[in-house]
């Protein structure tokens, strides 16, 4: 008998194990094979997971259905699908990605769709594409590669979707509003605490479905998913009946209630600014005690995003009875407002705090829509911490799993016994001097290590000594007749903000008192500027010292460092050696930007 699992795992190593190419030849090789297999492939800019989750479910009533997991849609994920579509399956669905020109040309040529469907084109990574038009070249290769017996699933609501079907050289199943639709929308109604409720048209039929999902623009995907069924050959009615059993995927319109009786509406696994509008709609139509709106970051902005972050305040003030914003630039959208008395609108850099704040404004009855970024954001511990104590509060970190099947979440423990710390005399004035670097001998001489180097000059010139901490480096040093204490975080340059929080609470100093040293892209090699209080300015450094205080208003001496020729080498740039010139020419902009820390204690009250 053989042991299907360990089959499986050993193909999972071997994958791994494998060359690039190696894995693209297995895979077509599998695809060849497979001719008694239907293959679904599934792309668009929003809508992709829930469209490929609810077309699986009613493929698998008829018959063995391989499908990719969760949310990945890159090649890998779709070639190591079509490997392990076997003789048993008769259908393989895909939810194909893309993040650039050319991204989706591998996936579609080792997937081969027998089906394709194209849900919504929106401005997701808008950036890399250059417009609108490109970007549905791109979604529109699914199906300009299906053959001649193949069958197109298209959103006739889209008119760039519609211009695509004009190019279709196979079979087309509209679905939508519009007239001429086959499966077209009469009704979607999504009214909390009530599910969505569709209703369509059908070859002069009327259909209704009662689903378990939430939000009218699910309709697109329950819709999209029933155009596969038709294009399959299947049973109508009995494809409905497999739509009312689906539950929506992790992060997508998902229903979670604590153990407090406050109900979440989880739509945190991304959150494009173009697409804000659903969510919203939905809690602005929920009958609730409180509706709460909790936003994260846009996962397709870039530059200012206070004006986005005011505009979708003042949508939610009609209706919201609180707007918490969480994230780098979550501030940006209270500016205007601190002077308008009792404003619901709240902004937090940190998501511990933005927890603690939840935790103790939330009560039973609340309706919770959590929209945000979850490889920015991870607002999923918002919800995990009500009920557990979360032990991991790091941000930013990247990763594209939610927070609850990250070994992290709570594997962590509390801060680490780090030892004692001089503490400031009672009635002494504290301050503090942060030079921000990355540790280690071979970024010594790097850009991103002038705070560094500031520091260092500081504790030769007054004979000090650095002292190792858990923090990173101290020196306690008497200067201009004030206690100052120089730090190095020890700790990566972005993840910099824990230990000066950790630093400054042991020493009972609060964080306008503490100066931060830097380098600063923005300015030309040797400009040294002084800045009282402010954003990040794009510095990561700076940023998670913001976040960890929830506060700007921290002082900051900024060195010069200047900025590549292409802005998209700037992390190469800053972790390369100066050249000998450059190292002579940042001598005196070193002594000078210790003069102006100097400058700063002798300027504050003693």
């Known amino acids: 008998m053989v042991d299907t699992a360990m089959v499986n795992a050993t193909k999972k190593i071997l994958k791994r194990l494998m060359p690039r190419w190696l894995v693209i030849f297995i ?3 599998q695809r060849r094979r497979s001719g008694h297999v239907t293959f679904v492939g599934i792309t668009g800019s929003v809508g992709k997971t829930m469209t490929k989750d609810l077309t699986a479910a009613i493929l698998a009533a008829f018959g063995p259905c391989q499908k990719t997991a969760g949310s990945y849609n890159t090649f890998p994920s779709i070639a190591g699908r079509v490997w392990n579509t076997g003789r048993a399956h008769r259908y393989c669905v895909a939810e194909i990605g893309a993040s650039g020109p050319g991204t989706m040309d591998q996936a579609v040529r080792i997937l081969k769709p027998d089906i394709g ?5 929106g401005r997701d990574h808008f950036a890399a594409y250059k417009s609108m038009e490109a970007l549905a070249g791109e979604k529109a290769k699914l199906v300009l590669a299906l053959p001649a017996h193949g069958t197109a699933v298209l959103n006739m609501d889209d008119p760039l979707i519609r211009s695509i079907g004009e190019r279709c050289r196979c079979r087309i199943i509209w679905f939508g509003a519009g007239e001429g639709a086959h499966l077209r929308l009469l009704e979607a109604r999504s009214l909390w605490p009530q599910p969505l409720r569709v209703v369509f048209e059908y070859q002069h039929g009327t259909h209704e479905i009662q689903t378990q999902l939430h939000g009218t623009h699910m309709a697109i995907p329950v819709l999209a998913s029933l155009g596969v069924a038709l294009a399959a050959g299947l049973s109508l009615e009995a494809s409905i009946l497999a739509v009312t059993r689906v539950q929506p995927p992790d992060g997508r319109m998902q229903m979670v209630t604590a153990a407090d009786g406050v109900v979440f509406i989880r739509d945190d696994f991304k959150a494009p600014h173009w697409s804000m509008a659903a969510p919203l709609e939905f809690l ?13 970051t846009f996962s397709d902005s870039s530059g200012d995003y206070g004006p986005k972050y005011r505009d979708i305040a003042a949508s939610l003030r009609t209706f919201a009875d609180r707007i918490v914003f969480i994230g780098p630039h979550a501030r940006r959208g209270l500016k205007g407002n601190q002077d308008q008395g009792e404003d619901p609108v709240v902004g937090f850099r940190n998501i511990r705090n933005a927890a603690d704040f939840l935790l103790a404004e939330l009560r ?4 919770v829509l959590v929209k945000g970024t979850n490889e920015q954001d991870h607002l999923l511990r918002l919800i995990l911490s009500r009920s557990r104590p979360v032990r991991c509060w790091e941000e930013q970190c990247g990763r594209q799993l939610f927070c609850d099947q990250c070994p992290k979440l709570y594997a962590s423990g509390p801060d680490a016994d780090i030892g004692p710390v001089e503490k400031t005399p009672p009635g002494t004035k504290c301050l503090v001097v942060v030079g921000l670097g990355n540790p280690g001998y071979r970024f010594r001489r790097t850009p991103h290590n002038v705070g560094y180097r500031v520091l260092d000059l500081l504790v030769r010139s007054a004979g000090g000594v650095w002292m190792p901490q858990p923090e990173g480096r101290v020196c306690a040093l008497e200067m201009d007749g004030a206690a100052v204490h120089l730090l190095k975080p020890g700790s990566k340059m972005n993840g910099s903000g824990e230990m000066v929080r950790r630093f400054l609470a042991r020493l009972g100093c609060d964080p306008e008192n503490c100066l931060i040293v830097h380098d600063d892209m923005n300015f030309s090699f040797g400009q040294v500027r002084f800045k009282p209080r402010g ?13 960890a205080f929830d506060t700007e208003d921290m002082p900051r001496v900024r060195l010069g460092v200047g900025m590549p020729a292409d802005d998209r080498q700037a992390r190469q740039f800053v972790l390369t050696k100066f050249s000998a010139k450059d190292e002579a020419r940042l001598i005196p902009v070193i002594e000078q930007a210790a003069a102006r820390v100097r400058e700063y204690v ?5």
Do not use: E, F
């Not at 602005?284 to 994260?296: E, F, L, P, S, T």
């Not at 954003?535 to 976040?547: F, N, Q, T």
């Open 284 to 296: 602005r139509n929920a009958r609730a005690k409180r509706k709460i709106a909790v936003i994260g």
């Open 117 to 121: 469907v194209i849900t919504v084109i």
């Open 364 to 367: 039973p009855g609340d309706l």
């Open 602 to 606: 002798r300027s504050r009250p003693k």
């Open 535 to 547: 954003g990040d300015a794009g510095h990561k450094g700076m940023r998670s010292i913001l976040s």
């Open 27 to 29: 895979a077509g090789l």
